[in-house]
């Protein structure tokens, strides 16, 4: 009697043991399921959200409306804009005010704008800006520039032009850019340029930022710190030219009117006029490096230099002038017009 009760209570107690590891596979199949299936929601959210986040809306110019419409309507200079200009447009008779402030992507495809007046392109560019011509147009009365007055530290510009706007009566200070904190590359603007007031580029006024491959073609008149690429340079400029001829009073260079920054591999190929520290690439060199560069040019004026007006603290290495110097034939000695505890090595005349 003892061993059937005995019998019986084991028996039970395996039933219940078995009902209750039963009971935990199903739990655990049920909870893995939903955990796997947390796991797919969670995943396709993520996929929305990152699917939200690259999502970009485009604006694309098919005429002369649509263009005008992306001149006046902030919504397509917004950083989650693309603007494509899909075909060449012919702007003549309309007159805008410059975007003020462009943070989108515009992508000209290779496409140009012709005839358009306006201030400039663009005010203050934190985008990019690539693949667009404007060609023959005019820079209305307050313009200082063709294209984008500040390019800033966030902005890019590549593969883009500015050919042949007239200029009659805008106070211009460079054919393309302004000020560049950012990097422009690939690009170039032809132009005549006078200007009366301090500090005049052809390509650039100011640089601070980076410039590469770019070309400035046309004749800068002007009073101090007049370069035919850029009338300021703190940044770095790499192999870009500038041809034509530069006038001014002081610091007037046929490439930099003043540089601080740095200069590789870059070519000025006109002549420079003026009355003191002229150079046929640089009007003074104030702590700047200056490498691999080459001048065409000839160099006129007092304290002038087939190469720099002024060298002050400065290093130029690997560098040639090939000019005259105020009629006579260039030398060494006429290299640098003044130089002040600077640096100059590895550099030729002729």
Sequence with gaps: MKTKKLLSIILTIFVVNLSFISALSVSAQTTEGYFNKGVQVVSELKDIVQTDEKQTNEFIIKNKEDFSKFMITSEYWENDYKVTLACDIDMQGEVFNSIETFNGQFDGVGHTVSNISFKCFVENNHGTISDVKF????????SECGFVFNNEEDGLIVCCSVDNMNSEGANIKSGFVCINRGKITNS???FSFKNIYDGLGGFVDENYGTI???????????????????????????????????????????FVGYNGGTINNCIAAGNVTGNQYIGGFVGQNYGGTITGCIVTGNAIGGEAGGFVGENVQGTITNCIAKGDVNGEKIS???????NNYGKIEDCKVG
Excluded at 228 to 243: K, R
Aim: negative net charge; charged residues 10%; hydrophobic residues 35%.
């Design 332 to 338: 060494l000695e006429r290299f640098v017009g003044s």
């Design 212 to 254: 590469e491959e770019c070309v400035a073609t046309g004749n800068v008149i002007g009073f101090i710190d007049i370069g035919g690429f850029v009338g300021y340079n703190g940044g770095i400029i790499n192999n870009c030219i500038a041809t034509g001829n530069v006038t001014g009073n002081q610091y007037i260079g046929g």
């Design 135 to 142: 060609n023959g147009g005019n820079l209305i009365n307050g």
């Design 188 to 190: 170039k603007t032809t």
